[in-house]
Each structure stands twice: as C-alpha cells, then as structure tokens.
C-alpha cells in the first residue's frame, strides 16, 4: 500500500472523494520527507507554511501542495531566481499561473532550487549550491529546473511547475525519471515569469505521470490578457485525452536525432520504446531535420541577447541585492559583479556582443534566420507523420562537476530539446528505460502547435504499456 508522498495527485483527489485523507496530512507528511531527504538532495530554496484555518472543500485541487521552480512570482514569498542579485525579493503580486492554481484550491508547497535565472542544464549555478539526482546523489538531476525534478522523483513533491527555455523541463524530467511538458509557446501565461530569453521560456508541469500532467494543464492552461504572447485559443479538456490507443498514428523518427556518438544505452531504449509502439499499432516513417546541426549556435545567440537585455533591469537599486558604494556608477557596477554569477555573467555579456553595434547582422539577425528554418524542417515532418518521437537528452545524468567548467559540453546537453524550444512546438518527456547503472532514460515525443492533447494520447498508451512510470529512486539515508 502506498503512503501519502508515493501517490499521484490523481490518486489524492480520489482519497479525498472517498474521504479516506485529510489535507493537513498531506502536507505535514511532505514536509517531514522534505526535512529527512532534502539535506542531501537540495531540491527546495524555500518551504512555504500554509494556514491550517483554510477550507477547500469545494475547490478541485483540495489544498494539495504543488512545488514551484523559483522564478516565478509567489506574492510575500522569496523568489530569487537562485541568484544573490535578487537576495531578499519578495515580489508584491503572484504569477497568472500561481494564481491559477490557487483559484483551483492548490496550495504552494514551496520554491524549488534552479539554475541561476534558468542558465544552465545541471542546477549547479544556483546561489544555494547544487541540486543532487536522487538516483544517485553524486550526479546532476538535469536543469534548468532541477529542484522541480529532483522533488518530484523523490516523492518529496506530488507535482510541481518548471519553465522550459531549452529544455529546462524535459531534460530534468529525462534525468530523474519523471514526466515533464513544455506547451506550445502561448499556450500558458508567463506573466510573472521572471524573463530569461522571452521569446523562447514557457512554464509547463513535471509529474509523476500523464493523467496528473494532463490535470495540471487544465489549470496553468489559457489565454492572460496580461501577457502579450499568450494565444486566445479554448482549452480542451485535457485528460480526455487520456486514451490507450496509437493505432494508425504516424510516428516521425528523425535520422539527426540518432547520430553517432549517441549513447547505446539511450538510444538502446529510445528505439525499443518505438517498438512496442509499434506493436500498439502505430506506424513510422523516417523524417529529416537537416537544420538541427546549427539549433545549439542559433539558441545560444538568440537566448543569451535575450537575456542581456531582461537582465539589464537587475541593476542594485530597486530591489534585490546592493553592494555598498558611494556613488551610483559603483552601485551599478559592484552590485552586478557580485550579484550575478558565472554562467549569469558569461550570458550576458554574449548576449551584449550579440546585439552590439556592427556585430547584429553577422549574428542576431543570422541566427533568427536559422530560426525559421528550422521551425521550416519541423512544418515539413510534421506534415508526414502525427508526431516525431527523439531521445529527450543524449546522455543519463552526468557526475556534479564533471562539465561545469566545460561551457561547451554543457551547452550540448540539451541538443535535443533546443530545437522544439526555436520553433514553439509542445514536447513531453517520459521515462523509458534504466541504464546499466540505474539511471532514467527518457523519451521525448514532438507535435504541432497546440496538439498537446496528441502527446499525452501517445504519451498515455505507452506509459499504460510499461512500467518505467512506476520505478522510483531507492532513498535510505536519513541525515
């Protein structure tokens, strides 16, 4: 029999109907998890107590805690960004998608540890130290929404929210074993989503499984008058979509995405996953995205001038952290020095010589063009298939250290996940395998804009069929 923290929000709700739970239990059991394991794992920058006066009887969500990457604005609690330019910030308002959640009757668990303002694919450049990978606490659990995944994984969290830049959802998600989804940009509000690269961040759910990532984007899903991308589209009901059925369903498989030098573990999996697909009744098709090679390039000019200019307003004067100094030239310099750290600092100042004068055209403006192009390679697959299945991350999770100081390498971890983030098409992530040494695999799973529903119907049948979905981390230490 499952305990409290083993179980999927889905499987909450129905306690609660059959008045088998109360929801003081549920977060007093978390929180005692999150005091025994997150000594080790670093998974929470901050845990939020909730009043145990409110009552959420008639609200779906029931008071459940979700757990909340920390760049997204919670009003009168810490978000940081994990970076000490912004020690101390407690933002005035809440983000569309907290007050969304909380409409629902969620309550916010707490704010998960990130990479500084989401630079990063190992959630070692936060400010409060490294999130370790539960399923082994000397590895990296992905990034740049680590804390979210880690929490998840280790039934510290029953869910959580991420953001995904280029592939801050599903890259963690991959490496820890959970599930996780990046919508169609527009799809969700990112109104009080503290700014990385704006035309490339989208929040979307890490989970245990599909039917809680489907309830999750019930509610963070819709048009925000408040935020100037968001699309005005109606928002199906998602857990419709939750059929065990791939029959007829044409699956792109891209040739670039199964190059050499992958992984045989990943790839191993990757491919038996489209096996049993396959035996489900779905068909394939092999499909080209010649443009990939050059996504990485493009992504790293694109978003990191992006950054340069969201990152100019944390400057030491309104709010965060100020260094003392005497005149204002020495606030502005010091307070920026010695607030941002390294990647934040390599960033941007890329991402100015990106934008400088006389180096705009050769780069910017060159690296948009390799934008379209791609969103061009996905247009023409996706018109020969129903949805394009990839690894999620080249590799399982790699050791703490072992690429921080290798900028490169780093940057290459997220290959696969980049490109959907350029052309602002939904992925989800899933597990799919354990490695020799019992690390996640995960699969990742492409569909046209606004076709979410697609995803979580394949996404559903084969998570139905396997039980990777069900294989969690072994935690024993107790300090």
Same mark, same amino acid.
């Not at 959640?101 to 190992?122: P, V």
């Not at 307003?313 to 920026?336: E, M, N, Q």
């Not at 010695?338 to 890329?350: Q, V």
């Not at 780093?410 to 992530?429: E, H, K």
């Given at each position: 029999?499952?305990?409290?923290f083993?179980?999927?929000?889905?499987?909450?709700?129905?306690?609660?109907?059959?008045?088998?739970?109360?929801?003081?239990?549920?977060?007093d059991?978390?929180?005692?998890?999150?005091?025994?394991?997150?000594?080790?794992?670093?998974?929470?920058v901050c845990?939020?107590?909730? $009043?145990?006066?409110?009552?959420?009887?008639?609200?779906?969500?029931?008071?459940?805690?979700?757990?909340?990457?920390?760049?997204?604005?919670?009003?009168?609690?810490?978000?940081?960004?994990?970076?000490?330019?912004?020690?101390?910030?407690?933002?005035?308002?809440?983000?569309?998608?907290?007050?969304?959640?909380?409409?629902?009757?969620?309550?916010?668990?707490?704010?998960?540890?990130?990479?500084?303002?989401?630079?990063?694919?190992s959630?070692?450049?936060?400010?409060?130290?490294?999130?370790?990978?539960?399923? $082994?606490?000397? &590895?990296? %659990?992905?990034?740049?929404?680590?804390?979210?995944?880690?929490?998840?994984?280790?039934?510290?969290?029953?869910a959580?929210?991420?953001? $995904?830049?280029?592939?801050?959802?599903?890259?963690?998600?991959?490496?820890?074993?959970?599930?996780?989804?990046?919508?169609?940009?527009?799809?969700?509000?990112?109104?009080?989503?503290?700014?990385?690269?704006?035309?490339?961040?989208?929040?979307? %759910?890490?989970?245990?499984?599909?039917?809680?990532?489907?309830?999750?984007?019930?509610?963070?899903?819709?048009?925000?008058e408040?935020?100037?991308?968001?699309?005005?589209?109606?928002?199906?009901d998602?857990?419709?979509?939750?059929?065990?059925?791939? =029959? =007829?369903?044409?699956?792109?498989?891209?040739?670039?995405?199964?190059?050499?030098?992958?992984?045989?573990?990943?790839?191993?999996a990757?491919?038996?996953?489209?096996?049993?697909?396959?035996?489900?009744?779905?068909?394939?098709?092999?499909?080209?995205?010649?443009?990939?090679?050059?996504?990485?390039?493009?992504?790293?000019?694109?978003?990191?001038?992006?950054?340069?200019?969201?990152?100019? &307003?944390?400057?030491?004067?309104?709010?965060?952290?100020?260094?003392?100094?005497?005149?204002?030239?020495?606030?502005?310099?010091?307070?920026r020095?010695?607030?941002f750290?390294?990647?934040?600092?390599?960033?941007?100042?890329?991402?100015?010589?990106?934008?400088?004068?006389?180096?705009?055209?050769?780069?910017?403006?060159?690296?948009?063009?390799?934008?379209?192009?791609?969103?061009?390679?996905?247009?023409?697959?996706?018109? &020969?298939?129903?949805?394009?299945?990839?690894?999620?991350?080249?590799?399982?999770?790699?050791?703490?250290?072992?690429?921080?100081?290798?900028?490169?390498?780093?940057?290459?971890?997220d290959?696969?996940?980049?490109?959907?983030n350029?052309?602002?098409?939904?992925?989800?992530?899933?597990?799919?395998?354990?490695?020799?040494?019992?690390?996640?695999?995960?699969?990742?799973?492409l569909?046209?804009?606004?076709?979410?529903?697609?995803?979580?119907?394949?996404?559903?049948?084969?998570?139905?069929?396997?039980?990777w979905?069900t294989?969690?981390?072994?935690?024993?230490?107790?300090s």
């Amino acid at each position: 029999m499952k305990q409290i923290f083993q179980k999927t929000l889905h499987e909450l709700l129905l306690d609660f109907k059959n008045k088998k739970i109360q929801v003081d239990s549920i977060a007093d059991t978390l929180r005692k998890r999150v005091e025994i394991f997150d000594k080790r794992i670093g998974a929470f920058v901050c845990l939020i107590d909730r $009043d145990k006066g409110q009552t959420f009887k008639n609200l779906p969500l029931k008071g459940i805690p979700i757990a909340i990457k920390d760049n997204m604005c919670t009003r009168g609690e810490l978000t940081t960004c994990c970076s000490k330019i912004l020690e101390g910030f407690r933002p005035p308002y809440d983000a569309t998608v907290i007050a969304r959640l909380k409409a629902q009757g969620a309550t916010i668990q707490g704010k998960t540890n990130m990479d500084e303002f989401a630079f990063g694919s190992s959630t070692e450049t936060s400010c409060y130290g490294p999130t370790r990978n539960p399923w $082994d606490l000397e &590895r990296i %659990p992905g990034g740049s929404s680590g804390g979210s995944a880690a929490a998840v994984a280790a039934d510290e969290a029953i869910a959580a929210l991420g953001s $995904d830049t280029g592939g801050s959802i599903r890259q963690p998600a991959s490496l820890c074993g959970v599930v996780g989804l990046k919508p169609t940009y527009g799809r969700v509000s990112r109104y009080g989503l503290i700014a990385f690269a704006s035309s490339l961040d989208q929040i979307g %759910p890490i989970c245990k499984d599909i039917e809680d990532t489907a309830l999750l984007m019930n509610i963070i899903c819709g048009f925000d008058e408040m935020d100037s991308t968001s699309v005005n589209l109606k928002v199906p009901d998602f857990t419709k979509s939750l059929i065990k059925d791939v =029959k =007829k369903l044409k699956i792109g498989i891209p040739k670039e995405y199964f190059p050499q030098g992958l992984n045989e573990e990943v790839k191993t999996a990757v491919l038996r996953s489209i096996d049993i697909l396959k035996e489900l009744g779905a068909q394939t098709v092999e499909v080209s995205l010649p443009n990939t090679a050059f996504a990485v390039s493009a992504y790293y000019i694109i978003a990191t001038a992006e950054a340069s200019s969201n990152l100019a &307003r944390f400057d030491g004067v309104k709010y965060g952290y100020r260094a003392p100094s005497s005149t204002l030239s020495d606030v502005y310099f010091k307070s920026r020095t010695e607030g941002f750290g390294e990647e934040a600092k390599r960033r941007i100042i890329l991402g100015t010589y990106c934008l400088s004068s006389g180096y705009y055209d050769a780069y910017y403006l060159k690296a948009q063009k390799v934008r379209t192009l791609i969103k061009e390679d996905f247009d023409k697959a996706l018109k &020969r298939c129903d949805c394009i299945i990839t690894p999620t991350s080249p590799t399982t999770a790699f050791k703490i250290g072992e690429k921080i100081n290798n900028p490169l390498e780093m940057y290459l971890s997220d290959i696969f996940t980049i490109p959907v983030n350029l052309a602002g098409i939904p992925a989800i992530s899933i597990p799919c395998g354990l490695s020799r040494q019992g690390l996640p695999i995960g699969l990742q799973i492409l569909s046209r804009p606004f076709e979410e529903e697609l995803l979580l119907r394949v996404a559903y049948t084969f998570e139905q069929n396997t039980d990777w979905h069900t294989k969690k981390p072994k935690l024993e230490f107790s300090s």
